[in-house]
């Protein structure tokens, strides 16, 4: 299954735009990433994303104070480096604990799959 972020559907793209994100922490976490490497790996995801989507996300990452960048050249070439600051990293660890709480919840085995049924208060 790929999922592809376009205009005409604002909501689902509200929706991935945030699991992006929270990809795009990850790895920032971990290593210094850079634009077209991190397109590549959402796409290793089924995320298709262009450049034009994927930089203005990173651009909103740094603004944020979640990520920084510095240019690095490398064969002649300048390519910006991204990496998670000490406010990126903290606010990573708590989407994994909501996301954590979240997938128990959606992945849950054993538990009534029912809708539940709200009292009705007293009167």
Known sequence: MSWVI??????????YA?????????HACERDIFGWWMIEELGRHGYKLSPGTLYPLLHSLEERGLLVSKKKEEGGRYRRL??????????LIAAK??????????????????????KRARR
Not at 99 to 110: D, N, S
């Open 6 to 15: 376009r205009k005409e559907n604002t909501a689902d793209q509200d929706f």
């Open 18 to 26: 945030s699991l992006i994100r929270l990809h795009v922490l990850h």
């Open 82 to 91: 991204y990496r998670a600051t000490p406010a990126g990293r903290r606010a």
């Open 97 to 118: 604990a909501k996301v954590r709480e979240l997938f128990g919840e959606l992945f849950a085995h054993g538990r009534s799959r029912r809708p539940l049924k709200l």
